[in-house]
């Protein structure tokens, strides 16, 4: 019989699961659907630090009472030349995105939040990445894999977007959706282990 899940993800982002698998976190996912609109003058950090917040909220808000286990959920936006750059809407819209990131560097930030009780935390990533220049028939190739349309500045950094990293400072998990030193560190506040007292 499998483990109880300590904690509730706020996200069905199949990459936050695939990072929370390998921390050995035991987890159920939850919906939680926001708008999720900028607001004006807010800065690309505190939009992703909000956004971040109100899924975790929209999660607890689906859970009974009774039910104590903490509800962690993220958000992750791609900052280019000042613009936040989310999730493009068509192959048009990821393609002007691409554009913008050939041959440049970006700022990647990732804000997670975790509720639990009347508690409520947020750790902040921010990453570097550059890409080398990309050319327009990659782009058409690459929109045709499928991977750009459901991720932050229309690539992923864990598959076939890698081809375009010429450089990465800060965090990989980060980039990919889900800092786990950040992520660590909220769950450890909120007591739960996350490295096996003893080998199994």
Same mark, same amino acid.
Request: proline residues 6%.
């Given at each position: ?46 939009y992703v630090r909000r956004i971040a917040l109100e899924k975790g909220r ?57 509720? !639990? ?5 947020? =750790?902040? #990533?921010? &990453?570097? /990445?550059?890409?080398? *220049?990309?050319? +327009? ?24 977007? !890698? ?5 990465? =400072?800060? #965090?990989? &998990?980060? /980039?990919?959706?889900? *800092?786990?030193? +950040? ?6 506040q909120a007591g739960i282990e996350l490295l096996p007292a003893q080998a199994?």
């Open positions: 019989m499998a483990a109880e899940h300590q904690i509730y993800l706020a996200s069905r982002s199949p990459r936050r699961g695939e990072l929370l698998t390998q921390v050995g976190v035991r987890f159920a996912v939850i919906a939680a659907d926001i708008d999720e609109t900028p607001r004006p003058e807010e800065s690309p950090t505190e929209a999660g607890r808000s689906v859970l009974p009472e009774r039910d104590g286990r903490p509800v962690l959920a993220a958000d992750t936006a791609v900052v280019s030349e000042g613009h936040l750059l989310g999730k493009p809407r068509d192959r048009e819209d990821a393609a002007r995105m691409l554009r913008l990131l050939s041959g440049q560097t970006h700022r990647v930030l990732t804000a997670v939040a975790l509720i !639990a009780g009347a508690r409520e935390w947020v =750790e902040m #990533s921010e &990453s570097r /990445v550059t890409f080398r *220049p990309i050319r +327009e028939e990659e782009i058409r190739r690459y929109w045709r894999t499928g991977e750009p349309l459901d991720k932050a500045g229309g690539y992923g950094i864990q598959g076939h977007g !890698a081809l375009f990293v010429a450089a990465l =400072e800060g #965090s990989y &998990s980060g /980039v990919m959706g889900l *800092p786990l030193f +950040e992520t660590g560190r909220l769950l450890e199994v």
